[in-house]
């Protein structure tokens, strides 16, 4: 069986054929020996003539798996590997942003997880490094009336870890799951996503069931994606309706903690 540096999977439900295709190449333009395998949610294969020539591995799943589910179909079909990424289809990775990662992880074999630094497409800084999410953070965030978000600021701004800063390596509790660089014996080690979670908190999840294995979950600002973050809960109430599920199922599993 080969064996690669990187293997890597990303996700995608009706997704512009432009926009995932981008995200593949710049995952395959690092200088490593790596492997990448696009799942496709969507409930037709219309992506299939898109990406038939590039060196990719994928899979129409007619059915829609979710977020989790379908990374752990990637993960089950990929070839060896020492490393799994775990991307979304709306990232660019800069350039020898893999190769950073690699080397960082080399020298650290404590981390589990290790997620970069992850930009809005004009540069400035997506603040995605959080601690363990309670009730109130997660309400807040989306319900709080901007006339109060001054009255819980120092909150919202611990929550999101912008107290400590983003510009040295920082262990956190809860990683961003628009980009997860992950050793890749310690995510089989704790059986990948949860497949419980459809869309949303499956991250925090993952993370934490990597931290009780007894490895860190690390930001790394040596290495930078950019991330065009469409925020679906915010715009389609349907999906809202999928994060209170998500929610539910977090706290019954990890605790219900309010504040």
């Known amino acids: 069986m080969n064996y690669f540096d990187c293997t890597a999977s990303i996700v995608i439900y009706k997704n512009p054929p432009e926009i995932v295709i981008r995200a593949i190449e710049s995952f395959l333009s690092c200088s490593l020996n790596v492997e990448l395998h696009v799942i496709d949610n969507s409930p037709t294969d219309d992506l299939k003539s898109s990406v038939l020539g590039l060196p990719i591995k994928y899979h129409f799943c007619d059915s829609n798996f979710g977020y989790g589910g379908g990374h752990n179909k990637a993960i089950a079909a990929c070839s060896e590997s020492k490393y799994h990424v775990i991307i979304n289809p709306d990232i660019i990775i800069a350039p020898a942003a893999i190769e950073s990662l690699v080397a960082f992880m080399d020298e650290n074999p404590d981390i589990g997880i290790v997620c970069p630094s992850v930009l809005n497409p004009d540069g400035t800084v997506q603040y995605l490094n959080k601690h363990y999410p309670t009730l109130f953070d ?36 809860f990683t961003t799951g628009c980009f997860m660089f992950c050793r890749t014996s310690v995510l089989k080690q704790v059986g990948g996503f949860d497949p419980r979670y459809f869309l949303h908190l499956e991250d925090c999840d993952l993370g934490r069931m ?17 991330h065009e973050w469409g925020r679906e809960p915010h715009k389609n109430y349907r999906m809202l309706l999928v994060m209170i599920v998500s929610m539910i199922k977090y706290f019954n599993k990890w605790g219900w903690k309010f504040y």
């Open 210 to 226: 990597v931290q009780e294995a007894g490895y860190r979950t690390v930001y790394f600002p040596g290495a930078t994606v950019t």
């Open 138 to 173: 997660l309400f807040a965030r989306r319900f709080l009336p901007k006339f109060l978000s001054p009255v819980f600021q120092k909150r919202l701004d611990w929550f999101e870890m912008k107290d400590i800063g983003y510009d040295s390596v920082t262990d956190v509790e």
